[in-house]
């Protein structure tokens, strides 16, 4: 049985991103990005706040400071903390360091992917790609053109969320044990470990975006 799409209503909760948040000057982020890692260090030793101010001499307070990007340490300070912690006193400043990627795919430029059970007349393209990032989150955005009517669709499963947009034309399309109709400018937003993928194409040509997100390996 088909299902109706159900009405996109936010949640009450707000979400934690700010999409439309400016970029924080130089210094503020560098703050942040040391404190990001002090706090790292400090888990990966299994120390509480309280344990790494009894060996490092700073107050909790200050650790607190510091592990929240609200003040710039001094050298000396990181000096102790790289000490204390076994760490060169560069990895403090390894996020702030990263390369932040981007990826620019000019129209009909994506890379021709071909996906277990891909059948003629279905075609898949990468639209980009990062590899390791510090967000520790992979994505994976394919536009998705089904041209040609099949007797049998391949089903997915894989880790990780996905995300449909519809473009162009109308499909049904199967998730577990439900059936989506989706038409140009619906979302189909799932959990990709469970069996999916178009059941019946309604209104050939059709083109989606599927952009796929899950955890990068360590």
Request: net charge negative; proline share 5%.
């Amino acid at each position: 049985m088909i299902q109706q799409k159900p009405d996109a209503a936010m949640n009450a909760k707000a979400l934690s991103q700010d999409p439309h948040r400016v970029g924080e000057d130089r210094e503020k982020v560098l703050e942040v990005a040391i404190g990001r890692e002090v706090r790292a260090f400090r888990k990966q030793q299994n120390m509480t706040v309280a344990d790494l101010a009894k060996a490092s001499g700073l107050s909790i307070g200050m650790l607190s400071k510091i592990e929240n990007g609200n003040t710039s340490p001094s050298l000396n300070t990181l000096q102790t903390l790289s000490h204390v912690l076994s760490v060169p006193l560069t990895a403090f400043l390894r996020r702030f360091e990263e390369k932040r990627s981007a990826v620019h795919t000019k129209a009909g430029h994506g890379v021709e992917m071909e996906r277990d059970g891909t059948r003629a007349g279905h075609q898949y393209n990468l639209l980009g790609h990062i590899g390791s990032n510090s967000s520790g989150v992979m994505v994976e955005p394919y536009l998705i053109t089904l041209s040609e009517t099949s007797d049998v669709f391949p089903t997915f499963q894989h880790e990780g969320i996905e995300t449909i947009y519809m473009l162009e034309g109308a499909v049904d399309y199967r998730h577990g044990t439900e059936v989506f109709r989706l038409e140009p400018g619906d979302t189909l937003f799932f959990d990709a470990d469970a069996p999916h993928g178009p059941e019946v194409l309604v209104r050939l040509p059709i083109r989606y975006l599927s952009i796929i997100s899950y955890p990068q390996a360590n």
